[in-house]
Every structure is written in C-alpha cells, then in structure tokens.
T-cell receptor
Framework: TQLLEQSPQFLSIQEGENLTVYCNSS?????LQWYRQEPGEGPVLLVT?????EVKKLKRLTFQFGDARKDSSLHITAAQPGDTGLYLC????????????FGEGTQLTVNP | DADVTQTPRNRITKTGKRIMLECSQT?????MYWYRQDPGLGLRLIYY???????NKGEISDGYSVSRQAQAKFSLSLESAIPNQTALYFC?????????FGPGTRLTVL
C-alpha cells in the first residue's frame, strides 16, 4: 500500500506570512496533484506535476515535485485569509492506473 | 451549472435503512469514483468505474455497492446503513490522472 504523509497536519498563521506544506512518500509516483478543499465543498484541483524536479507556480503558490518523484511541496508566499482551507496532495503510481492515493491533508488557517 | 453534481447534499437516516447516493457529471469523462472522507483519515476510495461495464472495488468497499447506469451516472448504495458509515461522501470523475470532485453528501446514520 502506498502512503502519502503530509506535514504539518494543522497550520495557523497571520496574514502576510509565508508557509510550506510537505507531502512525502517512500513510493515513486508518475504524477502528483495538489487540491484545496473548503468547508462544505469538494476538493478542487490546483495543479498536477509529472516530471521529477518540476516547479509550477500559480500566483502566490509554488509547487515542486521531488527529483525522485517521491515527494512534493507547496509554498505559499504572503498568505491571505482566502488561502484558508484543507490542502490535499494525491499521487498516481505506475501500477495504480488512474487511482489516486491521498494524503490526510493540511488544514491551513490564515488569520487577518 | 456544476460539472459534477451529487444528491442529496445532506441525509440523516437510521441504522438498517437502505440509502442511495447519486452522482451525475457533464464532463464527458469515462472514469468515475466514490470516496468517503473522515476526519484524520483523508479520502478513501470505495468503488471506481472506468466505463459502464467496468466496476472495481476500492480499499473500503465492504457494506457498499454501486451502479453505473450510464456514462454520466454513478450511484452508491448502502444496503443496511450502520453508524460508522457516517461520513462525507464524494463522487469524482477522472481524466488521465486528474480527478474532479462533486460537492459531497453529508450522511449521518443514527
């Protein structure tokens, strides 16, 4: 069974601070996605990374896929209250087809 | 209109009752999935379907069944609900390795 471990599990910061969320595994993934989920809604796809070492930017969010494709990070610059939510990473392996393994999530709260 | 819809959005039922959760999509994707979400346990896959004639068990299929009525419709049934099936249930469609989620159904079994 492939596992994805996210850290930290909870994060509460002030508006304007920077933060990084980590997603780690001992398994290799063919691709990895990051989702954000707000209360009462389903997860929404933010980005997909597929190449080892790949870096993608989405406004103030920077996503990186590890060189060995076993880990990923999400960095938010100058966090805003609107960034509050549950951030989930999910990986697809070469053997799982399109099935995804989800991390348990990082609950981010950005206080004004 | 939303690409993936789920009905009902909220449901309270009693132990032993049969419950059906429905999912419809307009994205035209062949792949559809049912997950449950519990605090501290993340999203866990219940069943998935790659087309109308293909149904597969996920990691926690016991106590659940599914029906793929059409490419656009995938329903989840709890034949005899029990309290530990209280959870948030999400339907998703898939294209390549990306998945797109519905708004969820909050199910409470008393």
């Amino acid at each position: 069974t492939q596992l994805l471990e996210q850290s930290p599990q909870f994060l509460s910061i002030q508006e304007g601070e920077n933060l990084t969320v980590y997603c780690n595994s001992s398994s290799v993934f063919s691709s990895l996605q990051w989702y954000r989920q707000e209360p009462g809604e389903g997860p929404v796809l933010l980005v997909t990374v597929v190449t080892g070492g790949e870096v993608k930017k989405l406004k103030r969010l920077t996503f990186q896929f590890g060189d060995a494709r076993k880990d990923s990070s999400l960095h938010i610059t100058a966090a805003q209250p609107g960034d509050t939510g549950l951030y989930l990473c999910a990986g697809a392996s070469l053997t799982s087809g399109s099935r995804l393994t989800f991390g348990e999530g990082t609950q981010l709260t950005v206080n004004p | 209109d939303a690409d993936v819809t789920q009905t009902p959005r909220n449901r309270i039922t009693k132990t032993g009752k049969r419950i059906m959760l429905e999912c419809s999509q307009t994205k035209g994707h062949d792949r559809m999935y049912w997950y449950r979400q519990d605090p501290g346990l993340g999203l866990r896959l219940i069943y998935y379907s790659f087309d109308v004639k293909d149904i597969n068990k996920g990691e926690i299929s016991d106590g659940y069944s599914v029906s793929r009525q059409a490419q656009a419709k995938f329903s989840l049934s709890l034949e005899s609900a029990i309290p530990n099936q209280t959870a948030l249930y999400f339907c998703a469609t898939g294209h390549r390795n990306e998945q797109f989620f519905g708004p969820g159904t909050r199910l409470t079994v008393l």
